[in-house]
């Protein structure tokens, strides 16, 4: 039997656009921007839950119903925030109203945060097993949806990866550079969904760029999960301060005209992703480069 990552593979297409810019927007707003973005080709749009986003079902649900034919995907909806008959049957309610669209990112999210939340954070990956199991044992009164939303978890680490391989239709590894990916992919083996997250600037000039990257990579840095992955993949402590050494900068952080993101985009696919979720950084918080979207996907067509 076929992995059930290869047909999530297929419907979301090898594009996405991950936004934090849509956490921000009014509802109208919003919508504007999603049907815009579906307009232009992509296969999915990824939405975060950090401490102070919307909640991330009334987020998926109002994107959903703005839009006709597009994945929304939770990158990630935090286990933290909700408990897992919560999350399975929100899942529920999503997939039945909006078949074959919504995809659950579970994540463990970060130790400060969680502990903003009032949690403890300890024993990440045997608390995403017990979760794991509590939502497969959730009960439901309302209609089963004609076909369950998959679930995805975000993982960096060999262990969460290869419990997303187990346990998911696979990974959304999150703040990575490329070498990361075809370590993904080797612990993952050929049948897990790949989505990789690439942060993006459309901008040549190399101060003005990295400054922006550097505004998007800072408060990452300092956290443990993020630091510990580039640690593996060789990176080292001097990289990490100030909020990045120029190379790591630009292996995080993908910038320059259109032709130089979508080389980097191709470079995740080429090295085993199956889809790489765009997150197009720009100076103002709530604004995205929607024509420059559009003329990267045109590029990669």
């Avoid at 504007?32 to 991330?56: D, Q, T, Y």
């Avoid at 995805?152 to 998911?168: D, I, K, W």
């Avoid at 320059?256 to 992703?273: P, S, Y």
Wanted: hydrophobic residues 45%; neutral net charge.
């Amino acid at each position: 039997m076929a992995h059930p990552g290869r047909a999530l593979a297929e419907r979301l297409g090898r594009l996405g656009v991950w936004s934090f810019q849509l956490d921000r927007m009014t509802a109208r707003e919003a919508a504007a921007a999603a049907r815009r973005i579906e307009e232009l080709g992509f296969g999915a749009i990824w939405i975060p839950e950090s401490v102070v986003s919307k909640e991330v079902f009334a987020h998926a649900s109002l994107l959903l119903a703005s839009t006709e034919r597009i994945a929304v995907a939770t990158g990630i909806a935090n286990i933290w925030a909700r408990d897992a008959v919560a999350m399975q049957n929100g899942g529920r309610a999503l997939a039945e109203a909006y078949p074959g669209r919504f995809v659950l990112g579970l994540g463990v999210s970060h130790e400060p945060a969680v502990r903003r939340r009032g949690a403890v954070y300890e024993r990440p990956l045997a608390r995403m097993r017990e979760y794991l199991d509590a939502m497969d044992a959730a009960r439901y009164s309302g209609p089963e949806p004609s076909e369950p939303a998959p679930r995805v978890l975000a993982a960096l680490g060999p262990r969460m990866l290869r419990l997303s391989a187990e346990r998911t239709a696979g990974a959304h590894p999150y703040f990575v550079p490329v070498e990361h990916t075809p370590f993904a992919r080797e612990v993952l083996g050929e049948g897990p969904l790949l989505a990789v997250e690439q942060a993006v600037v459309f901008e040549t000039d190399p101060t003005v760029a990295r400054e922006i990257a550097r505004a998007h990579m800072s408060g990452y840095l300092r956290l443990e999960n993020y630091a510990n992955s580039l640690r593996r993949l060789g990176w080292s402590d001097d990289d990490m301060r100030d909020g990045g050494s120029d190379r790591l900068v630009d292996a995080i952080v993908a910038w320059g005209d259109v032709g130089a993101v979508a080389e980097r985009t191709r470079a995740h696919l080429a090295q085993g992703a199956d889809h790489v979720c765009v997150q197009a950084l720009a100076r103002e918080p709530n604004v995205i480069p929607l024509q420059r979207l559009g003329e990267l996907i045109a590029t990669l067509r």
